[in-house]
C-alpha cells in the first residue's frame, strides 16, 4: 500500500528563518510526486509536480526536490504569507491509481 | 489558468435532507473529477472518482446510495449527499485533473464545501 509520511508536522520560523520540510514515501513506481498548500478552510493549491528522482523545481521562496525515498520543499527567507499547510502526495505509475496524500505540516511564519 | 469552483462554500442543512454540491472548472475541460473529504488533522481522504458520461468509482466504504455522484459534462460534477445526518458533517473538497494536460497528473482542486448537519 502506497504511503506517505511527512515531517514535521508543525513548524514555526521566525521571518527569514529558512527550512526544510520532508516528504518520505513508498510506491510501487512513482509517476509523480506533487507538493500542494493549503490555507485554513480553503482547497488545496497545486504548488510543483516532481517526476524523477534528482529533479528540482522552484517558485519564489519554494525550492522542491525528489529522491527516489523522499522530497524536501525548501522555503528560503520565509515571510509571514508563507504560513500554511503544506501537503505531498504521490501518483503511483501502471494505469489508473488513486494520488495519496501525507498529512501535511503546518508551516507558521512569525514577523 | 486551472481554476476549479465549488458552490455552495457553506451550507447548513437539518438531518434527513438532501445537499447538493456543484464543482465546476473553470477554464479548461476536466478529463476526470474527485471527490474528497477531509477531517481535521488528517489527510484527504478520496471518496470517488468521476469521469464524463460515466459513472463514478466509489472507494471502499463510501456509499455511493449517500453520495451520488453525477459527472454531466467536462466542466460539471455534482456531489448530492442524500438523507444527510450529523456524522456527514465535514469539509467536502472537488478537484479535476486537465483534458489538456492528460500527460501530467496533478489535479486543481476547489476552494471546498464546508457541510454542517444540524
Known amino acids: 500500500e502506497d504511503q506517505v509520511t511527512q515531517s514535521p508536522e508543525a513548524l514555526r520560523l521566525q521571518e527569514g528563518e529558512s527550512s526544510s520540510l520532508n516528504c518520505s514515501y513508498t510506491v510501487s513506481g512513482l509517476r509523480g510526486l506533487f507538493w500542494y498548500r493549503q490555507d485554513p478552510g480553503k482547497g488545496p493549491e497545486f504548488l510543483f509536480t516532481?517526476?524523477?528522482a534528482g529533479e528540482e523545481k522552484e517558485k519564489e521562496r519554494l525550492k522542491a526536490t525528489l529522491t527516489k525515498k523522499e522530497s524536501f520543499l525548501h522555503i528560503t527567507a520565509p515571510k509571514p504569507e508563507d504560513s500554511a499547510t503544506y501537503l505531498c502526495?504521490?501518483?503511483?505509475?501502471?494505469?489508473?491509481?488513486?494520488?495519496?496524500f501525507g498529512i501535511g505540516t503546518k508551516l507558521q511564519v512569525i514577523p | 489558468g486551472a481554476v476549479v469552483s465549488q458552490h455552495p462554500s457553506r451550507v447548513i442543512c437539518k438531518s434527513g435532507t438532501s445537499v447538493k454540491i456543484e464543482c465546476r472548472s473553470l477554464?479548461?475541460?476536466?478529463?476526470?473529477m474527485f471527490w474528497y473529504r477531509q477531517f481535521p488533522k488528517q489527510s484527504l481522504m478520496l471518496m470517488a472518482t468521476?469521469?464524463?458520461?460515466?459513472?463514478?468509482?466509489?472507494e471502499q466504504g463510501v456509499e455511493k446510495d449517500k453520495f451520488l455522484i453525477n459527472h454531466a459534462s467536462l466542466t460539471l460534477s455534482t456531489l448530492t449527499v442524500t438523507s444527510a445526518h450529523p456524522e456527514d458533517s465535514s469539509f467536502y473538497i472537488c478537484s479535476a485533473r486537465s483534458r489538456q494536460t492528460s500527460n501530467h497528473y496533478e489535479q486543481y482542486f476547489g476552494p471546498g464545501t464546508r457541510l454542517t448537519v444540524t
Open positions: 468521476s469521469n464524463e458520461g460515466s459513472k463514478a468509482t466509489y
Open positions: 502526495a504521490v501518483q503511483p505509475s501502471g494505469g489508473y491509481q488513486k494520488v495519496t
Open positions: 477554464d479548461f475541460q476536466a478529463t476526470t
Open positions: 516532481l517526476y524523477s
